[in-house]
């Protein structure tokens, strides 16, 4: 009797020939009923997906890269800081310096591509989720499951259901990258105070008013936190999306892997490494509010320009 | 003011917090009391069958301590809270039952609201709060623009349009918050604690602001206030809250000099009473001379007639001009002088009766009696010395003697 239970169970669990429920037999049978029968709706998912993708890509490689850098460093400028422009410039020369210029313009249109879609996807699920404790609910495990589960594990799948190249490797960059997003998003909205909201309300805002009037425009520093997370988890990707063929610096990396290449898996690996540092210190600026308490047109190049227009004119700062 | 047509009307609002309102409702209408509904269902009574009518143009100040509903109550009445069951009636309209369409409308212009916590919008500047309302009414930019300056310019702020919020003292926050509700000209004001996060120096200085606007713009304002002080000084009527009941309703002079229980006597027993008593409650009603109606002569008997020392002088429209003195007009008829003009003293304190019993001590020290006037001007009597300090000892004792009846609850 003493025995009974814990022999029942180790009957149950070990001495089986078969699993008691086939799990990996069920999804197996799934995936595959799912690419005979709707194989062609995948296919229509990819066409804009790699449009968009093609056209970024394609615009990258043409640009110059004395342009690209004016570019970044105009940008860098005016929504962060001198230093900050100077920094990004000098990282991207020594990108280009160690050969990897053409990888990186690759990466950098994967990683904008997924990133946009995220943005697509992610905010209105985060708005979803922050207006509807149900859906908060039952969102919360499948993004702790796009999260925790390793890669390989739907690389396989979605390669049966889009193909391989790039844009299967937008998905899984995607699938790995939205989560942080949804979070945020939802966070964001849910933490903006309670008077704040009652104020809203009691000067009779509509759901939407008060979506966009108030809701967004606070949550906005959280909200770009989730876009710097993104963006950071999509460049992590880079290299677990290279094995389903895509170029970029994950290839360079994968290849020097396969041919135990050090050098030239180190200079892909040092690539993804700076841009994810430029985008990061970029996205994170772009978040924070500036210290300065200057308009935007007053700050950087405009700034500049307008200074020496004359049009320029200092806001004095407040003391009560 | 408190004689006008009702603008709101609250009949019987019952608000019980918790998952079963149906059952614990039931249970209230049954007589169940906070702790016997919170014993049986876990459910927390709100607001417990207030009824109540606020006039038009009444400032009406719900006091009571935390706990005691009077946020939930203000909150029913634009319904950031669903009250459980009852009826508020605006301008004959039941908000309690319309739907969201029409309450967003009723939000937009009858009722705007003022936050103890300010509930600014910190991402907008102190302009584009102040114009939020009319925003949401859809008011073309222009016109928003102009009338939120000018809402910012009664309270003082103007200059401050293009600030953040944050960049204001919490005074100043206050001002913003009050502005924007102005700024809709919404016929109603509920005012949450407005004045509670402020300091004290502060606080009064808002105190008296809104005072002095009220006699301006005439709204109807609902105030909540945990500051007996506060609720006594600023409310033409006061309604009292304990545990979600309504205790007590009436004008402050009321709920000083008959307390309707034990609490309320409590509650006011700290309150400076020559703070809050005005001086037209204690006037002593006298008959003045009138210029130009009667000599000197016929002054002099109509006072020995009725024993008094002096007497008021009024012109024709009704206005104190002067006093007589007793001695002075004997002196004066004597000597054969018969015009009472040469004979009386002008210069004689006044007062209005809406003046709180504290302002005048410094008048009655001189010992030289007061004339109370009406707001119009118009003489209504004298206020001497020994009236005021016999009032507020009379009082004191007229407290001990009331407070051995227990009344539970009041409805108005």
């Given at each position: 009797m003493d025995t009974a239970i814990p022999d029942f169970f180790n009957w149950l669990f070990l001495n089986q020939s078969t699993e008691i429920i086939p799990l990996g037999d069920w999804i197996s049978t799934i995936v595959d009923w799912v690419v005979t029968n709707f194989r062609w709706f995948f296919q229509l998912v990819r066409v804009p997906i790699s449009q968009a993708l093609n056209g970024i890509e394609a615009f990258l490689q043409a640009v110059p890269p004395l342009v690209f850098l004016g570019a970044l460093g105009l940008f860098a400028w005016q929504f962060a800081s001198r230093g900050l422009a100077i920094f990004s410039v000098l990282a991207m020369i020594f990108v280009g310096l160690i050969g990897a210029w053409p990888e990186t313009m690759t990466t950098l249109s994967l990683v904008i591509t997924a990133v946009v879609l995220c943005a697509l996807v992610g905010l209105p699920l985060g708005i979803a989720a922050a207006r509807s404790d149900r859906v908060e609910a039952s969102i919360r495990p499948v993004l702790d499951a796009m999260q925790t589960l390793p890669a390989f594990v739907y690389l396989v799948p979605v390669v049966m259901l889009f193909g391989t190249g790039k844009v299967p490797g937008v998905i899984v960059t995607f699938i790995f990258a939205v989560p942080p997003l949804i979070r945020l998003t939802n966070i964001g909205i849910r933490q903006v105070s309670e008077e704040t909201i009652e104020a809203a309300q009691s000067f009779g805002s509509t759901p939407r008013q008060m979506l966009w009037e108030i809701q967004m425009p606070l949550a906005m520093p959280t909200i770009l936190a989730g876009v710097n997370q993104s963006i950071m988890l999509a460049l992590s990707m880079v290299v677990i999306a290279s094995l389903i063929a895509v170029e970029g610096l994950g290839q360079m990396v994968n290849r020097g892997i396969g041919r135990l290449d050090v050098g030239l898996a180190a200079v892909g690996g040092l690539g993804i490494v700076i841009m994810a540092i430029v985008l990061d210190r970029l996205t994170q600026a772009i978040g924070k509010p500036p210290k300065d308490g200057l308009s935007w047109q007053d700050r950087g190049p405009v700034g500049a320009i307008r200074t020496t227009l004359g049009k320029r004119r200092r806001v004095p700062t407040a003391t009560p | 003011m408190s004689s006008s047509q009702p603008k709101i009307q609250i009949e019987n609002l019952v608000k019980i917090y918790g998952k079963n309102p149906e059952h614990a409702l039931k249970l209230f209408r049954e007589g169940g009391n906070r702790d016997e509904i919170l014993q049986a269902t876990g459910n927390v009574l709100g607001v417990a069958d207030v009824t109540l009518s606020i006039g038009e143009g009444e400032l009406f100040v719900i006091m009571g301590l935390s706990g005691s509903g009077k946020s939930t109550l203000v909150r029913c009445l634009n319904r950031l809270i669903e009250p459980t069951s009852g009826h508020v009636y605006i301008d004959d309209e039941d908000v309690a039952k319309v739907d969201l369409k029409r309450l967003r409308e009723v939000r937009r212009t009858k009722l705007s609201m003022v936050f103890q916590r300010f509930g600014l919008f910190p991402h907008k500047s102190v302009l584009e709060n102040t114009e939020y309302g009319l925003k949401m009414r859809g008011i073309d930019p222009e016109e928003r623009r102009q009338k939120a300056l000018e809402t910012l310019a009664i309270v003082g702020l103007h200059q401050w349009a293009n600030y953040a919020p944050s960049a204001l003292s919490g005074g100043m926050q206050q001002r913003v918050g009050l502005a924007r509700a102005l700024a809709t000209d919404a016929p109603i004001l509920l005012m949450d604690e407005a004045f509670s996060a402020l300091d004290p120096l502060i606080r009064r200085g808002m105190q008296d602001e809104l005072m002095r606007l009220q006699t301006e713009l005439h709204r109807t304002i609902v105030f909540i206030s945990h500051d007996i002080q506060e609720a006594l000084k600023i409310g033409d009527r006061v309604a009292i809250m304990k545990d979600g009941y309504l205790v007590q309703v009436g004008t402050p002079e009321e709920i000083i000099?008959?307390?309707?229980?034990d609490y309320i006597a409590a509650f006011t027993q700290d309150v400076n009473r020559a703070q809050v008593l005005k001086t037209g409650s204690i006037v002593r009603q006298t008959m003045p001379f009138i210029l130009g109606q009667g000599s000197a002569r016929a002054a002099l008997q109509d006072m020995q007639t009725h024993d008094h020392r002096r007497m008021h002088v009024v012109d024709r429209q009704g206005q104190p001009v002067g006093v007589l003195m007793r001695k002075d007009l004997e002196s004066a008829v004597d000597s054969g002088v018969e015009d009472v003009e040469a004979v009386m003293r002008r210069d004689f304190p006044t007062v209005e009766a809406s003046t709180s019993l504290e302002e005048i001590f410094h008048l009655a020290q001189t010992g030289a009696p007061i004339a109370v006037v009406n707001r119009k001007g118009k003489f209504k009597g004298v206020v001497e010395q020994s009236d005021i300090l016999a009032s507020i000892g009379r009082l004191s004792r007229n407290e001990e003697a009331d407070s051995a009846a227990p009344v539970d609850r009041i409805a108005v």
């Open positions: - | 000099t008959n307390p309707v229980d």
